[in-house]
């Protein structure tokens, strides 16, 4: 599909999205800005106050172009609420377009001796089966309609070894494989498989870390930027990703990490 240069290159007017975790953090700035540029957009997270707020502050700027945007709780290691998710996503917006996988769990860190199989089957239901079922729910009628956006929210901890975080690392590796699958099998009928890999940035998850200051000094030394990230850093990757400006993007990682990944001392 050719782009003229009279379009526009990030409308997303007439698109809606399912946002994993986007009540706050990471994927409250995602949400925001796929609205600001005209989707409409499904908050969701574990408690439907925060997610309702949100929805609310989005409803609120209908007057500056944005897209609508409806609360849907949902915890996503669960199977049903996934299900429920994609229901009600589609009952208020009617498709789904874009899918932004962004809610995840990092719940053990330590030696891989005391890493229990209860602990790995969970984070893996977070960070890898919830891409796979809701992508398995929505890719048919995205493939159908012949416009389909994935993008799953990775971190930079899955593009290096790691001793201490073995059950995220794992996870997120499954799923930067997966999005690659993806992209293969279905490039072909306009779908678009990528992810973002952000480095350490400003949300509740990264609390403990930048909170202290010998951890968050070792994490920067590192840093080619010398800080760390603010949310909506990554948000406007997700948003280059899911509309015409990366219509020839697939199957990447893009990482969003002050350039930690490329430094090697
Ligand atoms: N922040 C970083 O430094 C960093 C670095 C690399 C990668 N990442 C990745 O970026 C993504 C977003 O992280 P973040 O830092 O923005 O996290 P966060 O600030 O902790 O935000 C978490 C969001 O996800 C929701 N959530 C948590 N568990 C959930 C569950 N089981 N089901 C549904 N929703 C759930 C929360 O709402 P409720 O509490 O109401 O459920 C909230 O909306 C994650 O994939 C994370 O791995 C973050």
């Known amino acids: 599909m050719a782009i003229g240069l009279q379009d526009t290159l990030f409308d997303l007017a007439g698109r809606s999205a399912i946002v994993t975790g986007s009540s706050r953090g990471i994927g409250e700035a995602i949400a925001f800005r796929l609205a600001q540029h005209g989707a409409n957009v499904v908050i969701n997270g574990r408690k439907i106050e925060p997610a309702e707020d949100m929805a609310l502050r989005i409803n609120a700027r209908q007057n500056d172009g944005f897209g609508k945007a409806v609360a849907v709780a949902g915890n996503i290691t669960k199977p049903d609420d996934l299900t429920a998710l994609v229901k009600q996503a589609e009952a208020a917006f009617g498709q789904i377009d874009i899918l932004v996988a962004n809610a995840a769990l990092h719940i053990h860190v330590g030696p891989s001796q005391d890493m229990s199989d209860a602990v ?90 930048i909170d202290n200051p010998a951890l968050l000094a070792r994490e920067l030394s590192r840093s080619t930027v010398g800080r760390y990230g603010e949310p909506e850093e990554i948000a406007g990757a997700v948003l280059f990703l899911v509309s015409a400006a990366g219509g020839y993007v697939n199957g990447q990682t893009i990482a969003v990490d002050g350039g930690i990944s490329i430094r090697y001392e």
């Not at 279905?186 to 998850?205: K, Q």
């Open 120 to 209: 790995l089957a969970k984070t893996l239901d977070a960070n890898f089966f919830a891409l796979h079922r809701l992508s398995q729910a929505l890719l048919p009628g995205m493939v159908a309609r012949g416009f389909g956006r994935i993008v799953n929210i990775s971190s930079v901890a899955a593009l290096f070894g790691s001793g201490n975080y073995h059950s995220y690392t794992l996870s997120k590796t499954m799923a930067l494989q997966y999005i690659r699958n993806i992209a293969v099998e279905h490039g072909a009928a306009n779908i678009r498989a990528n992810s973002v890999a952000p480095g350490l940035t400003r949300t509740d998850m990264a609390k403990s870390i």
